[in-house]
């Protein structure tokens, strides 16, 4: 077993797709370890996504993800990070496979209603971004 993080993005908590994306994951084989729904300043969302800071898509990207509240999670199943890409699809939604996420929920490539992490240290990483020490070491009690 192992862990990754998810964001459920404005897109899809904003057009009240928050609770079919969860289901999907859940029904997936992921198990929820931590969740939360959080605001992300412009300087977060800079942060979290400052790979991508040269991309044309930046500047839209950082406005998209601070435009209304996401939903951060934990999530664990066997190689966790591989299903979890696997089951949200292509980040166009136009490529994603039938029956993933993103192609069932997505918009377009930017409102893309799901972000996955893409490998085990970013997903540690990006973990440590949304939850505290006490939220992340509370999972082992
Ligand atoms: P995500 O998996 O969260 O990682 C980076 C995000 O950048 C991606 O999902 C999309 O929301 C966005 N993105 C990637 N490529 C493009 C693009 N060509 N145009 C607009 N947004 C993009």
Do not use: W
């Not at 859940?26 to 979290?48: D, I, N, P, S, W």
């Not at 192609?103 to 970013?122: G, P, W």
């Amino acid at each position: 077993m192992n862990r990754t993080l998810a964001i459920i993005k404005p897109d899809a908590v904003g057009s009240g797709k928050a609770g079919k994306v969860l289901a999907h994951l859940e029904g997936a084989g992921f198990t929820v370890r931590a969740l939360k729904m959080t605001y992300l300043k412009a300087v977060e969302a800079g942060q979290f996504y400052a790979v991508h800071r040269e991309r044309p898509f930046y500047q839209d990207l950082v406005a998209f993800m601070t435009s209304g509240p996401c939903i951060p999670m934990i999530l664990e199943r066997e190689d966790a990070v591989s299903h979890l890409r696997e089951t949200i699809g292509a980040t166009d939604p136009a490529e994603a496979a039938p029956g993933t996420v993103r192609a069932l929920y997505a918009e377009n490539k930017e409102r893309n209603a799901i972000h996955a992490s893409d490998s085990d240290e970013n997903a540690e990483l990006e973990t440590g971004f949304f939850f505290s020490d006490q939220e992340v070491l509370g999972l082992q009690g």
